[in-house]
């Protein structure tokens, strides 16, 4: 078929009349180059024309920007957009200034309010202030009371400010009206059309075909259409195997006219926030503000608001920024359709196809970048030395994911859960600690049955589980490039990465101290000794099978199974004792126990009796102290003896005394009745809880019953401690025993009437009253 040629002989033909192609036609237009510039006058679907417009290079930092070489490849671009917009905005002059008149913002104020989370808000906000520091900007800690304009509710009230000056707005709409004006000026040919389709000559491409069938040809072809470029990759076959595709951040702005006649002087804004730019406020001239912004990303564009969106939108301004928006009058509702890979990185440079270019995929500020690459793919295309390095974002790659899929998958539940906090959802409050596991039990699931290598970035992740169309493109995508490039080397995890991925998870799972915790587990799962948890080297790299095993034990310690249960040992005065299920883990205070105990016994070798004894910890813990004596621990239960007859056997070479164990029961009646009368020192930490306390589920659960619960009131073994070691006991001999702190006064009430002097009350490290010291009076 023959195709009309109404258009000939352009050097470069720029598809798509956003943000990106007008600008980049006037640079090319500069250079002297015949530019066609192919795009519908009223520009359905821009993002360009919905944007806020804010020149934010720091207030778009966010910590999983910074976290990876990829995001900071693209700050590294951000960072040299910010010195290119003063000279753009004069090239950009009518005539009648130096094009400042376009600027509606001076600076930027960011808050961190009461709305959003801490993973998300607080630390996208810290990462603002860290990235300020690094790299020596201007900014101002403010007081949030003195931030102009603002008046939220009190309910979002700002927790803390910053006011970062040389980050200004433009108006999106007077810009490109600008943008249009100076490449009219510069002879730049319009061509108010849409382009369907990429003329093809051999392995080069030579022009495109428009929605009326009239071939525009030009030497090179840049595809600059936003989101609307897909169609063109679509239109050369295979193309765009490897070409991330293109979906859509579909998102609703509004532009109100304020009721009272005011407006800001500085944009106000939050942090970026779950899935979405932060919302932000921005002057639109007298009376005037723009709001932005919601993002969705959907498989294709959106032209019409959806009314959640718009109505979430309109509910946070009035709310976070300023109560008085909402008796203002809405003058404009824009909707915009965010140019997003599937990796969520920019396409930027030649495709394989020769000739034919890609500027796009800038998702959330493309418009502020548009000069920056305006100039360089001019200077590119017109032969000069380009001064950035865009090799990583050429279109035809490989995903770029800097990412770990677990990563990944809490950064998308993170996003989730806050999603729901930003419409406030009222859950009770430990049911964040039940859906997140469980959240990321689905999407890591979900991640598997997309790729077994790659995963999407999170919020891809999110929206992909809604869209079956999607997670198609994002299959095939990652199938090509596994033929074309090879399966990719799975990143290089250390041992620090999981350490930290274990503490957020002991954490949120409330364990009592997560970081010590996760550096034990990561010691045990690396088969070092529990020694070695202090000095673990954070950067060594940890094996696959390494990883696994630590995940596996943290998701057991997160089920609050005792740490010592998981790394098998537990110590006490540094002797190391074998515990696991069915016995009780010893404790530390204990040992305060055991020297209190001895300070008031004679010196030399003692005939000892430690009742309850469970692994045996106190009465090995006394035979090793007082070297000769004869000890004798007693339990009822079998698994408890046969750790603490293991347990003595391996401590033969430090423990220097007898230390035997037999099976029996204190409530009986003539337990080690050939003893009584001659015995030095009886040790006891019996069962103490009442047995309707409710403690964590260390004990509670996971620990036996026999070994914790003792009665309505925690005291029925201490009783029989009293009667038996009263009769066990020389006169003057000494008794120790632990109890719950709320009963101390019964528990001396108790030995005082069993027969016992000096019964001194002692407290534990934590300053509770946890265990008593008595002597053996003389027998009546
Ligand atoms: C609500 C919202 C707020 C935003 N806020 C900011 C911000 O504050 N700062 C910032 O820097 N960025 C912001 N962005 C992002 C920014 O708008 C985009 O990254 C950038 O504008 C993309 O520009 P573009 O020129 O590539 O695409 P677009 O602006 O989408 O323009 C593409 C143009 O190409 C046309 N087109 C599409 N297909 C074809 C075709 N086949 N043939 C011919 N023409 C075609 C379209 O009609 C459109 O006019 C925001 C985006 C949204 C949606
Ligand atoms: C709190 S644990 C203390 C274990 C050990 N003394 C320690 O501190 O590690 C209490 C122990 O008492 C044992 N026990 C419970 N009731 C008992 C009884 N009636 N007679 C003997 N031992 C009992 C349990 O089996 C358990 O091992």
Not at 106 to 111: A, E, F, R, Y
Not at 121 to 145: C, F, M, R, W
Not at 217 to 228: D, I, K, M, Q
Request: proline share 7%; hydrophobic share 40%; aromatic share 6%.
């Amino acid at each position: 078929m023959s195709l009309p040629d109404a258009h000939t002989g352009h050097d470069v033909v720029v598809v798509g009349n956003g943000s990106l192609g007008s600008s980049l036609a006037v640079e090319l237009a500069l250079r002297g180059a015949s530019v066609a510039l192919v795009g519908p006058a009223k520009r359905p679907y821009a993002a360009s024309t919905a944007a806020g417009a804010m020149l934010g290079c720091f207030g778009e930092v966010t910590t999983s920007l910074l976290a990876h070489p990829y995001g900071q490849a693209k700050f590294d671009l951000d960072l040299k957009a910010k010195d290119v917009w003063p000279g753009w905005l004069e090239t950009l002059a009518d005539g009648t200034g130096d094009g400042s008149d376009l600027i509606t913002a001076k600076g930027t104020t960011v808050l961190l309010n009461t709305v959003g989370t801490g993973p998300i808000d607080t630390e996208n906000y810290t990462a603002i202030q860290q990235a300020l520091d690094k790299h020596g900007e201007a900014y101002e800690s403010v007081d949030p009371a003195d931030v102009g304009w603002l008046d939220p509710d009190p309910n979002s009230r700002p927790l803390r400010a910053m006011h970062i000056p040389g980050e200004h707005a433009v108006d999106s709409g007077r810009l490109l009206h600008r943008l249009d004006a100076t490449a009219r000026r510069l002879g730049v040919s319009f061509l108010d059309h849409r382009a369907v389709s990429v003329v093809r000559d051999g392995d080069r491409a030579r022009g495109v075909i428009l929605d009326d069938g009239t071939v525009v040809r030009g030497s090179t072809v840049v595809l600059a259409g936003g989101v609307g470029s897909q169609e063109l990759v679509d239109s050369v076959d295979r193309l765009g195997d490897c070409i991330p595709r293109l979906v859509a951040g579909y998102g609703v702005s509004a532009v109100v006219t304020t009721q009272d006649g005011t407006q800001p002087d500085a944009v106000i804004r939050t942090p970026n926030r779950a899935f979405a730019c932060g919302l932000h406020v921005v002057p639109r001239g007298t009376a005037r503000v723009y709001i932005g912004a919601t993002n969705i990303i959907n498989p294709r564009p959106l032209a019409d608001p959806v009314m959640r969106d718009l109505l979430f939108l309109l509910e946070c301004s009035h709310r976070q920024i300023r109560r008085d928006l909402w008796s203002s009058s809405v003058v404009g509702v824009q909707v915009g359709n965010r140019p997003v890979s599937l990796d969520g990185f920019p396409l930027l440079g030649e495709t394989p196809l020769s000739g034919l270019w890609m500027m796009t995929g800038t998702y959330r500020d493309g418009l502020f970048l548009s000069p920056l690459l305006a100039r360089e793919f001019a200077a590119r295309l017109h032969g000069e030395t380009p001064e950035l390095d865009l090799d990583l974002f050429v279109p035809e790659r490989r995903p770029l994911q800097g990412a770990s899929r677990e990563e990944t998958i809490r950064t998308t539940v993170e996003h989730m859960l806050a999603t729901g906090y930003e419409h406030h959802w009222n859950i009770p409050t430990d049911w964040q600690e039940l859906l997140g596991p469980d959240l990321e039990t689905i999407y890591r699931d979900w991640a598997g049955r997309i790729d077994p290598d790659f995963t999407p970035p999170p919020e891809l992740l999110a929206s992909s589980r809604l869209h079956p169309g999607m997670t198609e493109w994002i299959r095939s995508y990652y199938d090509s490039c596994r033929s074309r490039f090879g399966a990719p080397t799975p990143p290089v995890v250390r041992v620090g990465d999981e350490v930290r991925r274990a503490t957020e998870r002991l954490s949120q799972a409330r364990v009592w101290t997560p970081g010590p915790d996760a550096l034990a587990l990561a010691a045990h799962a690396l088969e070092l000794s529990p020694e070695a948890a202090e000095t673990l080297d954070l950067d060594a790299e940890i094996a696959p099978e390494e990883a696994t095993r630590l995940r596996a034990l943290v998701d057991r310690r997160a089920d609050r199974v005792p740490l010592e249960y998981l790394t098998g040992r537990a110590t006490l005065f540094g002797l190391a004792l074998e515990v696991g299920q069915g016995v009780f883990v010893p404790r530390v205070h204990s040992e305060a126990m055991v020297t209190d105990a001895l300070a008031r016994t004679a010196p030399g070798a003692l005939h000892a009796v430690d009742l309850c004894t469970g692994s045996g910890a106190i009465a090995l813990a006394v035979g090793a102290l007082r070297p000769g004596s004869t000890v004798t621990g007693v339990d009822l239960s079998d698994t408890a003896l046969d750790y603490a007859v293991r347990n003595a056997a391996k401590l033969s070479g430090r423990v220097d005394s007898r230390v035997a164990f037999i099976a029996g029961d204190i409530t009986g009646p003539g337990l080690l009745a050939s003893m009584d009368g001659s015995v030095d020192l009886v040790t006891a930490n019996p069962p103490y809880v009442p047995d309707s306390l409710r403690i964590p589920p260390e004990w509670a659960v996971h620990q036996p019953a026999e070994a914790i619960y003792s009665g309505w009131d925690g005291l029925d073994l201490i009783r029989s401690v009293a009667r038996v070691s009263a009769r066990l006991l020389t006169e003057g001999g000494v008794l120790a025993v632990e109890h719950y702190d709320a009963v101390t006064d019964e528990v001396l009430a108790i030995l005082t009437a069993a027969g016992f002097e000096a019964v001194i009350s002692h407290r534990d490290h934590d300053g509770f009253q946890r265990y008593v010291t008595a002597l053996r009076g003389p027998r009546g």
